[in-house]
């Protein structure tokens, strides 16, 4: 079956450590996205690719980092710089075009303690 | 910049009745517009969406939504509510020219009353 997968679902990890979520599709889609979830706050923006090895921020970028080696792959790193990183954390991939609906991977719940 | 206003952070209607979600809309350009529903611990999947080809939009689900440009709204409907529908819903644009980003409301949980 075509769709997104995030892994792993829940994600424990100690304060200072970095740590990084998998986002894998194949759906053959060039853009690829992370947002980050907190309750009343929808969904906020954290890096955006278009396409392999170009990638751009999003409105919360400070903190975070990315990669796109491969079409397939775009793998968020939660560094120690981020200062609040308890969230939801979703990723998403579109055909690419301002008129194309993104797809949405399950979610990965990151729990800082 | 392009934004989504979406009124009411939580909606309660009884079994049967008629739903009104919310959604308002700020931009410069032509926007394409989204409805996505979320249920708990889940990601987002697509309701439904505005292309410019008709004003009013049928999604899944019994869903739809209006289009107006006048108002800048683009408000979901569905005439009768069901127990299943409870989750939370949200807003989308986009359209900023060589921008794929879409920008999310903050979203309204809808409950549903038996």
């Known amino acids: 079956d075509g769709g997104i997968t995030q892994s792993p679902k829940y994600l424990f990890r100690k304060e200072g450590q970095n740590v990084t979520l998998s986002c894998e599709q194949n759906?053959?889609?060039?853009?690829m996205y992370w947002y980050r979830q907190d309750p009343g706050q929808g969904l906020r923006l954290i890096y955006y690719?278009?396409?392999?090895?170009?990638?751009q921020k999003g409105d919360i970028a400070e903190g975070y980092s990315v990669s796109r080696e491969k079409k397939e792959s775009f793998p968020l790193t939660v560094t120690s710089a981020q200062k609040n990183p308890t969230a939801f954390y979703l990723c998403?991939?579109?055909?690419?075009?301002?008129?194309?609906?993104?797809?949405f991977g399950q979610g990965t719940r990151l729990t800082v303690v | 910049a392009q934004s989504v206003t979406q009124l009411g952070s939580h909606v309660s209607v009884s079994e049967g009745a008629l739903v009104l979600l919310r959604c308002n809309y700020s931009?410069?350009?032509?926007?394409?517009l989204f409805w996505y529903v979320q249920y708990p611990n889940q990601g987002l999947q697509l309701l439904l969406k505005?292309?410019?080809?008709?004003?009013l939009v049928k999604g899944i689900n019994g869903f739809e939504a209006e289009f107006k440009k006048s108002e800048t709204s683009f408000h979901l409907t569905k005439p009768s509510a069901h127990m299943s529908d409870a989750a939370e819903y949200f807003c989308?644009?986009?359209?900023?020219?060589?921008?794929?980003?879409?920008?999310f409301g903050s979203g309204t949980r809808l409950l549903v009353r038996p």
């Open positions: 998403a991939s579109s055909i690419g075009g301002v008129n194309t609906e993104a797809f």
């Open positions: 759906l053959n889609h060039d853009a």
């Open positions: 690719s278009q396409i392999v090895n170009d990638f």
């Open positions: 931009s410069s350009v032509p926007p394409y």
């Open positions: 505005y292309t410019s080809a008709a004003t």
């Open positions: 989308a644009v986009s359209g900023a020219r060589s921008s794929y980003k879409l920008i």
